[in-house]
């Protein structure tokens, strides 16, 4: 089971996309949460606090854009509620079903690669345009607006890699759901923070190599070589898995259906180590936090 809040002025501002595509997004960052344990996501309710000013036309469309993403993913949508409040918000309760194995966050362990889904950064970016914090053109903005706005939840390589995960042995007979499938999160708050949690609730320590980290061109364009929001900025619902050696990037690739880069390994020790990048960009590492539901938009 799964929960997610967006609110009006903190996560969103409603001049920034249609009414269809926050109501898709509502629920692409509560499925994510389920790719990221290799679910299979089932039902949802939705609670809506409505301000003034918006009409049944409005929320029309909102549900049209939810609805279509529901059946997408193949969603029930089994109830909600509705209450007045000064801001619009959306919150989705969303549950999933997982077999004997699933992934978690715990299961990292030393000499597993760390790998990622897609390329990170992009929605962090998108968010900064939108806000007017920072310029961009053409193609570059149009494809980093649409990462924030029409994010994708990796719902089939999440199932793709548990039914990838190795089956016990004769050797190591310990049960599934004894031995967990492989490490993996969902980058919504920040690839280093995410791995942060994984990093604290196996025990474990990383190496992450600063040139593997995958960066598309339309981020390339804005921010160069400079990674602060590649590890730092959130919300784009990529999924980060550790695995065991002996897969190659490209051969990942081929089995979960999406691209797939390998950015370091898993070692013993506590805490994430950023490998070939200078001073600055490692200090940048060490206090990138990622988003803070807590903090004032503005500093974002």
């Not at 602060?228 to 089995?255: I, K, V």
Request: glycine share 14%.
């Amino acid at each position: 089971m799964t929960i997610d809040s967006m609110v009006e002025g903190v996560h969103f501002k409603l001049g920034w996309g249609t009414p269809e595509a926050l109501g898709a997004r509502a629920l692409t960052v509560n499925l994510s949460d389920i790719a990221a344990m290799g679910g299979v996501p089932t039902a949802c309710v939705v609670n809506l606090a409505i301000r003034p000013g918006l009409g049944t036309r409005f929320f029309d469309r909102l549900y049209a854009g939810l609805g279509g993403a529901a059946a997408a993913a193949g969603v029930d949508v089994v109830g909600g509620n509705i209450t007045a409040a000064d801001a619009l918000a959306i919150t989705i309760a969303l549950l999933g079903e997982t077999g004997p194995r699933v992934l978690r966050r715990d299961a990292a362990r030393p000499g597993d690669e760390i790998f990622v889904t897609g390329t990170v950064g992009d929605a962090a970016l998108g968010w900064r345009i939108l806000a007017g914090k920072l310029p961009a053109r053409g193609a570059a903005r149009k494809f980093l607006i649409d990462r924030f706005l029409n994010p994708i939840a990796r719902l089939a390589a999440g199932q793709r890699l548990v039914r990838m995960s190795p089956a016990p042995t004769a050797r190591n007979p310990r049960s599934a759901r004894q031995k967990p499938a492989p490490a993996a999160i969902d980058i919504s708050d920040g690839l280093w923070q995410d791995l942060g949690h994984v990093l604290d609730r196996s025990g474990v320590g990383a190496e992450i190599e600063a040139p593997a980290i995958p960066l598309s061109p339309a981020y390339r364009a804005v921010k160069g070589d400079d990674l602060e929001l590649a590890l730092g900025g959130g919300e784009d619902y990529e999924l980060l898995f550790c695995w065991p050696p002996g897969n190659s990037a490209a051969a990942l690739t081929r089995r979960l259906g999406v691209p797939v880069h390998r950015i370091g390994k898993i070692v013993g020790g506590r805490g994430a180590t950023l490998l070939g990048a200078d001073a600055a960009l490692t200090r940048a590492a060490a206090r990138a936090g990622g988003w803070d539901q807590l903090r004032p938009q503005d500093t974002r």
